[in-house]
């Protein structure tokens, strides 16, 4: 059987105005048996949705805030910088996904946008939003735990994992605030921020506050995440 082909979103460096990509979402992708493809950030958004009709599952990765017009609030001062040409791609990409039926992961940025583009809001700074003495913005080494999450028994994360505590690592500073529409919660910090999210009307939409991308090569149970989004794109 070939190998499925995952299509990931490109990362954006403002400063050398260039996409790159952290190796962690392309390892964490080939560990678990699959072709990762990095997509272009390009201004004809239907190129590259040419491309995506080749691929069998969309990875949606971290980065830059999400514009709070998206959700229709104001930006406030302490809300990070958007990438537009991202907002705008992923937003084509996450729609052609649904329609198509094809698998997603969400990590981080990628919870937060699928989110809100199932109608939900964000926190857009969480230090100044949100009281809390947990550690959601961690430094490295990224294998560490930063905090726990509890996910909830009657889940799929819980029908993978085995277990209704699990510690995370953590690098966020945004979170979502009112759920979406259509999206069910799977996990939940100990603080009560969503950790993970699933699309109930859909084969595999499943997304993560936390980084599997960081730890897959010493945690098994993000070795699990990888492995469940590439078995559901077979």
């Known amino acids: 059987m070939a190998k499925k082909i995952i299509a990931v979103v490109p990362l954006w460096d403002d400063e050398k105005e260039s996409i790159w990509m952290l190796p962690g979402y392309m390892?964490?992708?080939k560990e678990a048996d699959a072709i990762p493809l990095i997509?272009?950030?390009a201004n004809d958004i239907e190129d590259v949705l040419e491309i995506?009709?080749?691929c069998d599952g969309l990875l949606m990765t971290g980065g830059h805030d999400v514009s709070p017009s998206l959700y229709k609030?104001?930006?406030?001062?302490n809300c990070g910088i958007s990438c537009r040409d991202r907002d705008l791609l992923e937003s084509a990409l996450y729609a052609a996904a649904l329609t198509q039926d094809k698998p997603v992961l969400g990590i981080c940025r990628g919870i937060q946008l699928i989110n809100v583009l199932q109608g939900g809001t964000l926190y857009q700074d969480l230090p100044t939003e949100y009281d809390s003495?947990?550690?959601?913005?961690?430094k490295p080494p990224y294998i560490n735990v930063a905090h726990y999450v509890n996910i909830k028994k009657q889940t799929p994360l819980y029908a993978l994992l085995r277990t209704e505590q699990l510690g995370v690592n953590s690098y966020h500073h945004q979170a979502i605030k009112k759920l979406g529409e259509d999206l069910e919660i799977m996990a939940e910090s100990e603080d009560g921020l969503v950790e993970a999210v699933r699309h109930i009307g859909k084969k595999f939409v499943w997304a993560f506050q936390w980084h599997p991308e960081f730890d897959f090569h010493v945690n098994p149970n993000s070795r699990k995440i990888f492995e469940a989004f590439i078995n559901a794109c077979q």
Do not use: A, C, Y
């Open 27 to 29: 390892n964490g992708i």
């Open 39 to 41: 997509l272009p950030l």
């Open 52 to 54: 995506f009709e080749w």
């Open 73 to 77: 609030e104001p930006q406030k001062e």
């Open 133 to 138: 003495s947990i550690e959601h913005h961690m």
